[in-house]
C-alpha cells in the first residue's frame, strides 16, 4: 500500500492538517500524563523523605524536633553544594573539551575576495614602495615571423564539377 502512496497522487492538504492535529492532540495528553507523574513521584519522595512531623508533645519533644529538622536542613545543604561542585566542574571540562576540539580542528581560514590587481601593482605590494619593478611581460617575449602558406588554386578547382562527382555517388549507392 505505500508504494501505491508513493506512486500516486501526494496527501492532500486537508488530510495532512487533519493528521497533524492528531498528532498534537496526542502529544498534549502525553504532556499532561507527564506532568502528573513527576508530581505522583514529587509527592512520593516527600512522604518518604520527610515526614509529618508530630507536633503534639511538651516543649522539650518540640525542640528536639526542630534540632532533627535542622541536621536535616544541613545534610541537604551539604549534598546540594556537592551536587552544584559537580555539575561546575563538569560544566569546566566540557568547556576545555570543546576548545580542544576546536583547536583539533584547526582555524578556519576566511573566504578570500578575489581582488583584481596588475602584475606590477602586486610586486609592489610584496616588496614594499621602496623597490621599483615593472614587470613587461611582453618585452621578454621572442619574436615569431608568421609564414604566410598558399595554397595551390588548382586543387580547389570548379566547384560545380565536384558537385556533379558527388551526385554520380549518390546515384551508385541508391541503385545498390
Known amino acids: ?22 498528532m498534537l492532540q496526542i502529544a498534549a495528553t502525553w504532556i499532561e500524563q507527564e506532568k502528573k507523574e513527576i508530581e505522583e513521584a514529587k509527592e512520593a519522595y516527600m512522604s518518604q523523605s520527610c515526614p509529618e512531623p508530630d507536633l503534639s508533645g511538651d516543649q522539650a519533644a518540640l525542640m528536639e524536633i526542630c534540632k532533627k529538622l535542622h541536621q536535616a536542613i544541613d545534610k541537604i545543604d551539604d549534598e546540594r553544594y556537592d551536587a552544584e561542585a559537580k555539575v561546575s566542574k563538569t560544566d569546566k571540562e566540557i568547556e576545555d573539551l570543546k576548545l580542544k576540539v576546536v583547536e583539533l580542528a584547526g582555524v578556519k581560514k576566511p573566504a578570500l575576495k578575489k581582488v583584481r590587481m ?3 601593482a602586486m610586486l609592489q605590494a610584496l616588496l614594499g614602495g621602496k623597490h621599483k619593478v615593472t614587470m613587461d611581460l611582453r618585452s621578454n617575449l621572442k619574436q615569431v615571423k608568421k609564414e604566410v602558406k598558399e595554397e595551390p588554386t588548382e586543387a580547389v578547382g570548379d566547384w560545380r564539377k565536384n558537385i556533379e562527382d558527388k551526385a554520380d ?3 551508385m549507392f541508391e541503385t545498390s
Open 169 to 171: 555517388r549518390k546515384k
Open 1 to 22: 500500500m505505500l508504494r501505491k502512496m508513493n506512486r500516486g497522487k501526494k496527501m492532500t492538504s486537508s488530510r495532512r492538517h487533519h493528521l497533524k492535529s492528531l
Open 118 to 120: 596588475s602584475a606590477d
